[in-house]
């Protein structure tokens, strides 16, 4: 169970990770060395998974975002881990997710363009054993994207 200074602390570095151990430990209410021992321990523990940049995509060139459902023909242990395998290796699948309901798994594709989804879809998605069935879903808005775990404030 985290303590409400691990909250703290994660609630600030959620918001800037770039702080420095002092600028941390000032908003949190804590020496410097207090907090630096309290954020490797939440390393340790895995809490903190580790520290990232969130890289704007459009502005970055990746302007097609589709949430795509995939379902199996059948779960044969063997293409299950060969899809699991094969998604992991695809660096423009930023997340997956095994679902119950109309699909077996929902990923969260980025790509520079129709273009490339095309690729992605052809090359890889359809060439998979045990694919039965492929819906996409492109995403038209951004309404609201964030990494942060609601902590309080």
Same mark, same amino acid.
């Given at each position: 169970? !985290?303590? /409400?200074?691990? &909250? /703290?602390i994660l609630r600030e570095l959620q918001k800037d990770s770039r702080l420095t151990m002092q600028e941390?430990?000032?908003?949190?209410?804590?020496?410097?060395?207090?907090?630096? &021992? @309290?954020? @490797? /321990?939440?390393e340790a523990d895995g809490i903190i998974d580790r520290f990232a940049v969130i890289v704007n995509p459009r502005k970055a060139?990746?302007? !097609?975002s589709s949430m795509t459902l995939v379902s199996l /023909? @059948?779960?044969?242990?063997k293409n299950v881990d060969n899809f699991v395998r094969e998604v992991q290796r695809h660096p423009e699948i930023l997340e997956c997710f095994a679902t119950s309901g109309e699909a077996d798994y929902h990923l969260r594709v980025v790509v520079e363009d129709m273009e490339a989804?095309?690729?992605f879809l052809d090359d890889f998605i359809l060439k998979l054993p045990g694919v039965?069935?492929? @819906?996409?879903?492109?995403?038209l808005k951004e309404i609201k994207v964030d990494t942060a775990l609601p902590f309080g404030s």
């Open positions: 169970m !985290l303590g /409400a200074q691990d &909250r /703290a941390l430990a000032e908003k949190v209410g804590m020496s410097s060395s207090a907090c630096w &021992r @309290r954020i @490797r /321990a939440l060139g990746f302007t !097609l /023909a @059948r779960h044969e242990q989804y095309n690729r039965l069935q492929v @819906r996409s879903n492109i995403i």
